[in-house]
């Protein structure tokens, strides 16, 4: 998205009450970067110029400003990423044992029936407008290969 990620932010982060910092365009691009949702420890992995406190507050008002969503995880704490708008409709693979939340996206035929299904069950219940979020939890390769060597 570059440029257009970077104007949007500033608009939402400044109709929310809050300023796109050098700090918060730094996290922004991390995870833009990493394509991938990210625990507090795999945004401080490495760069010492960023402090944990900091990174806590600047993602809890990214998330309000709508930038950022948390995906939560079993491990105790959440992983962030840019919230769909932004990026492109996905689910998640979240792994039980370690944590691990790996982006899934699920064939365009099954997306539209879930969606058809879901819009169904929406009216039903008087919704008027529903999105979804699907996270599949299991055990990813390397903590389900570990529990059935430490099984032997």
Avoid: K, W
């Amino acid at each position: 998205m570059g440029a257009d990620l970077h104007e949007v932010t500033a608009v939402r982060l400044g109709e929310s009450g809050g300023r796109y910092t050098r700090q918060r365009r730094h996290l922004v691009e991390i995870l833009e970067r990493a394509g991938m949702p990210l625990a507090i420890p795999d945004i401080l992995r490495g760069r010492r110029n960023l402090a944990q406190s900091s990174v806590y507050r600047n993602l809890a008002a990214l998330e309000r400003a709508g930038v950022v969503r948390r995906v939560p995880a079993d491990e105790g704490f959440g992983r962030y990423e840019l919230t769909e708008d932004l990026t492109e409709h996905h689910h998640h693979l979240i792994c039980s044992s370690c944590g691990r939340v790996q982006d899934v996206e699920v064939p365009e035929d099954l997306e539209r029936e879930v969606d058809r299904t879901l819009d169904r069950l929406a009216r039903r219940a008087g919704f008027a407008s529903v999105a979804h979020r699907l996270d599949l939890i299991g055990r990813c390769g390397r903590c389900a290969t570990r529990g059935t060597a430490a099984r032997a």
